[in-house]
């Protein structure tokens, strides 16, 4: 059974281009406004939202808003808005990942089988709450993190950032995001202060920390753990 994708997009040449694109792998639905969107998006259970910020009736942030509210299901945003505090916006508010038109074809394919992978947890995270992929390996009974079988010797943050990224796998996470979620709201870390740990994570989990494979930057908005 083909996975569900619903395209969300008022240009209808858009819209189109989207749909032929994807229709020979997906189920697709189409909606050219927030309100038929957000009518299919329940009617429908779809597998993944791709979601035009720049609709006619209600701006795409919030759809986001409302899709949250209802569902966990993937939201990729694929919109003209390039500035990052839209990106950073979208994201903190749920959406799993952001595209700036003029999109790459392979791009936006690559982008929704990874939104599906996350969306189906059972794919990395068994019933003993494990998350494997590849050569890691995290026991979040134990706090625990391994690299080709061998327990990495990480701090309590260290940890907290690898397991907040790991079950958010394939999702950019915002700096902002990570920082209110480790060290709660009202916390004094700083964006630098959290690269810090990011150089210090990737030492220990990195073949090569300078070219990294896992945990991957989207650079001035956040980090994400690399499922692709």
Same mark, same amino acid.
């Given at each position: 059974?083909?996975?569900?994708?619903?395209?969300?997009?008022?240009?209808?040449?858009?819209?189109?281009?989207?749909?032929?694109?994807?229709?020979?792998?997906?189920?697709?639905?189409?909606?050219?406004?927030?309100?038929?969107?957000?009518?299919?998006?329940?009617?429908?259970?779809?597998?993944?939202?791709?979601?035009?910020?720049?609709?006619?009736?209600i701006?795409?942030?919030e759809?986001?808003?409302?899709?949250?509210?209802?569902?966990?299901k993937?939201?990729?945003?694929?919109?003209?808005?390039?500035?990052?505090?839209?990106?950073?916006?979208? &994201?903190?508010?749920?959406?799993?990942?952001?595209?700036?038109?003029?999109?790459?074809?392979?791009?936006?394919?690559?982008?929704?089988k990874?939104?599906i992978?996350?969306?189906?947890?059972?794919?990395?995270?068994?019933?003993?709450?494990?998350?494997?992929?590849?050569?890691?390996?995290?026991?979040?009974?134990?706090?625990?993190?391994?690299?080709?079988?061998?327990?990495?010797?990480?701090?309590?943050?260290?940890?907290?950032?690898?397991?907040?990224?790991?079950?958010?796998?394939?999702?950019? &996470?915002?700096?902002?995001?990570?920082?209110?979620t480790?060290?709660?709201?009202?916390?004094?870390?700083?964006?630098?202060s959290?690269?810090?740990?990011?150089?210090?994570?990737?030492?220990?989990?990195?073949?090569?920390?300078?070219?990294?494979?896992?945990?991957?930057?989207?650079?001035?908005?956040?980090?994400?753990?690399?499922?692709?």
């Amino acid at each position: 059974m083909k996975n569900s994708i619903l395209i969300i997009e008022d240009d209808i040449k858009i819209n189109n281009l989207i749909m032929n694109l994807l229709k020979e792998e997906y189920t697709i639905y189409q909606a050219f406004n927030a309100k038929d969107g957000l009518s299919l998006v329940y009617a429908n259970n779809v597998d993944v939202i791709i979601l035009d910020l720049g609709l006619p009736d209600i701006d795409g942030i919030e759809v986001i808003k409302d899709v949250r509210r209802h569902t966990t299901k993937p939201v990729v945003v694929v919109s003209a808005r390039s500035f990052e505090s839209d990106i950073v916006t979208a &994201l903190d508010l749920g959406a799993d990942d952001y595209l700036v038109k003029p999109f790459r074809d392979n791009e936006l394919k690559s982008r929704i089988k990874t939104a599906i992978r996350h969306s189906i947890s059972n794919n990395i995270l068994d019933a003993d709450m494990i998350f494997k992929y590849r050569n890691i390996r995290i026991n979040f009974n134990t706090a625990s993190v391994y690299v080709n079988n061998n327990l990495v010797n990480v701090t309590t943050n260290e940890y907290k950032i690898i397991a907040l990224l790991a079950k958010n796998a394939g999702r950019v &996470l915002t700096y902002d995001y990570i920082i209110r979620t480790i060290w709660g709201p009202y916390a004094n870390e700083s964006t630098s202060s959290l690269r810090v740990h990011m150089a210090n994570i990737r030492r220990k989990i990195e073949i090569n920390p300078a070219d990294p494979k896992f945990i991957v930057t989207s650079i001035g908005i956040g980090y994400r753990f690399n499922i692709d």
